[in-house]
């Protein structure tokens, strides 16, 4: 699920203080928001952000220095008509940056038409890039799953299995071994792009991690800044299993890499059996690292079929 739209209020609050910008006009109507449709049918947050060069309607429309030049020359009858323009498509919001002042016939006609104008000295291509960011994550498709999600090895890996299994007594060893914890229990994977997911904490279990016996551990506060992340994008799932699930439903060497879809994208997943004295910390850093040779375009098992196959072309001796 994803929210449908935000308001012109939220936005301008949201980034107040990083855009330093100000409210000039269109005061009337704080709520005003994206168009639904709009929204539902963007391909991107660019589809969303731009400026008056690509004028779509219900679109943030940006006005830079070269805006304001193209706005303010020719007669006041042609100025007239192209602020009309852009007004008529009703954008949720325009925003005047450059540190440009907005033309008096522009700041008089968002007024009438009740559109929030924002005025920044931050640069154009500054603001389009942090606005499309927050929107990209605003309105992106979202999951919740369950597991431990972790960075290792600089890799996003989500740790999952059945209740019981120890997830969080792995995630443990494995922030004791050097590695980061992201989020324990639940974690939020937004769609980010075609291609990818990031994952995040819910603020409720921020910096939290659950063991059995002990109770809830403050990660932060225990192995420091450096024992916690705030997001990574899902390159890896862990899937825990137990003995008797493995052999029952899993091949011991898989002839194809095996993927779990989530929200539309194919992530890469590994099983590995939980049984009694095996490291299950060292089997997880052994398959990160093998995943990042497989992203690097090594791929160990198929170099074994080929050996295997040049083996059995020799003659005999």
Known sequence: ?????????????????????????????????????????????ADLVGYLNYVHPYRVQIVGWREVKYLSENSPEDQERRISRIVTLE??????????????RLVAMCDRA????????????????????????LFADRITRHGVFMDILGLGVLLTGESGLGKSELGLELISRGHGLVADDAVDLYKISQSALEGRCPDLLLNL????GIGLLDIKAIFGETAVRRKM????????????????????LPYEPLYEDILGIGIRKVVITVDAGRNLAVLVEAAVRNTILQLRGIDTYQEFIERHQRAMQQPDE
């Not at 990083?18 to 391909?43: K, N, S, T, Y």
């Not at 991690?209 to 059995?212: D, I, P, S, T």
């Not at 994008?233 to 862990?238: A, E, G, N, S």
């Open 114 to 137: 009740e559109i929030p104008l924002f005025v920044t000295s931050e640069s154009a291509g500054q603001v389009i890039d942090i606005v499309r960011a927050y929107l990209a994550q």
């Open 1 to 45: 699920m994803k929210p449908t739209s935000i308001s012109a209020e939220a936005l301008f609050e949201a980034h107040r203080e990083l855009l330093r910008w100000a409210w000039i006009a269109g005061h009337a109507h704080p709520e005003r928001r994206f168009d639904d449709a709009a929204v539902r049918d963007a391909q991107s947050a």
């Open 233 to 252: 994008r899902l390159k890896l799932i862990v899937h825990l299993v137990r003995k008797e699930t493995m052999e029952r439903e899993f091949e011991r």
């Open 209 to 212: 991690l659950e063991v059995r």
């Open 91 to 104: 954008p949720p919001v325009l925003i005047a940056a450059d540190g440009v002042t907005p033309p008096d």
